[in-house]
């Protein structure tokens, strides 16, 4: 299993940058998928049309999400954590995703950026 570490900037605030990591509507905007998702801990999940699914096992808004992910048929969760820190305008966003499958590694450290925080950042940023 392998876990690595990605950062962000943002030029949005955290409660935008919030409601665009646990908004449906808003999500389904940036991944162009349907998605099932809030900021309740306890919640299940699915994004990418159910691709990858989970629960949300620690949340404090505008702050921190925690999430178990699941994908394809692995045998135990990953863990993924976003931690959220503003200042003067920009949204910090600190990526951890632990205890990733060796086989998906690769898959996951790029498509955090070309699929995930990429297109986010070009919406709430309005680009």
Do not use: C, R
Request: charged share 35%; no cysteine; aromatic share 12%.
């Amino acid at each position: 299993m392998k876990s690595f570490i990605k950062e962000y900037d943002i030029k949005a605030s955290a409660d935008k940058v919030w409601d665009a990591l646990t908004k449906p509507e808003l999500i389904e905007q940036w991944s162009e998928t349907k998605a099932v998702m809030d900021d309740k801990e306890g919640t299940e999940f699915k994004l990418w049309g159910g691709d990858i699914f989970g629960k949300n096992i620690e949340v404090k808004k505008d702050q921190l999400l925690k999430q178990e992910w699941y994908g394809d048929k692995w045998d135990a969760p990953s863990i993924v954590t976003m931690e959220l820190t503003q200042k003067d305008g920009v949204t910090h966003v600190k990526l951890t995703h632990e205890n990733i499958p060796d086989e998906s590694d690769d898959d996951f450290s790029g498509g955090w950026d070309d699929y995930y925080f990429g297109p986010l950042k070009d919406l709430v940023e309005g680009k």
